[in-house]
């Protein structure tokens, strides 16, 4: 307890933090000070304040300007985060005051396809949790952010973070049914003269979709998009063949807005998990949703196909 309390008697004040982050994102005391309502001479009051606390030069003042040193601006960056996380955890309260708050990052298109049409069913079940999502494609790094939990494509294996197993994927090649009609396919080495729509996020999903076929290539014609979402829309508009996930090639097959080109489902390298810190394990808003997937995909597991 003593090492914290120390630790929290050398903190700036809050006013201090926010002059530093005003003054490094808008360039002048004079923009700070009009956004925090405050006069010049305070906020100059308040970042010489700061300065004098820390002992560091944070600051460069050149005719009447005030400028931020390097070690400043790395300060302030970091000032920003955290006043980012003080701002959540001050907005989930208010929304939220009595139940939990879950931050999710999730897949675009997996997210939006698998997750959110079974949302409602957890509101159901958990009325007083709230579930905030934000979307995103790169790999995810908890230490940087306020997220909970995660919707990751992979192995499984990230590092100091626990996983759930949601769905393997296994790929369909699909197409328009007017660009079948015109590029007819017999067999698996007919693929080979179509132009191919890849998804960046899948590198080699056609080479391991060929060699499941027992065909050999060497190098593939086509384009290149960042989401599914992008080459669904490629794909219905007759630009080339899609490998889709089944989740979404069944989907696309039932609206009869693609057709399955050839073959059967293909497993690809990697499978959809729910991804979480360790040190959030017992997290109730958390707990809670993990608990109701498990039963979810459990409830799934047990329908027809």
Known sequence: MECMTGVRR???SSQGLAALEALARLGSVTAAAQELSLTQSAVSRQLQALEVQLGVELFIRRAKRVSLTSAGARYAEEVRRALDVLGNAALRLQTNPEGGTL???????????????????????????????????????FANSDMDA????????????????????AVLPMASPEFLAASPVKHASDMKRLPL??????????????MAQGVETRGF??????????????????????????????EEEAEGRLNVVFGT??????????????????????AAFRGWLKEEIEGEDLLPR
């Not at 958990?126 to 905030?132: A, E, K, L």
């Not at 995660?150 to 994927?169: T, V, Y």
């Not at 960042?226 to 069944?250: C, K, M, N, W």
Request: proline share 9%; glycine share 6%.
């Open 10 to 12: 050398n903190l700036p």
């Open 150 to 169: 995660a919707l990751s494509f992979g192995s499984g294996d990230w590092p100091d973070c626990r996983s759930m197993l949601l769905e393997k994927e």
């Open 221 to 250: 014609a086509g384009t290149r998009y960042d989401q599914f979402s992008t080459i669904l829309q490629a794909a219905r508009h007759g630009l080339g063949v899609a490998l889709l996930p089944e989740y979404l090639a069944r």
């Open 103 to 141: 931050n999710l990052a999730i897949l675009p298109t997996f997210g939006m396809r698998w997750l959110l049409p079974r949302l409602p069913r957890f509101g159901r079940a958990h009325p007083d949790v709230t579930v905030n999502m934000n979307t995103r494609l790169a790999q995810f790094d």
């Open 265 to 286: 489902p293909c497993p690809s390298r990697g499978s959809y998990y729910l991804v979480w810190p360790r040190e959030k394990d017992n997290t109730p808003a958390l």
């Open 197 to 210: 729509l890849h998804i960046q996020t899948r590198p080699d999903a056609w080479q391991d979709w060929f």
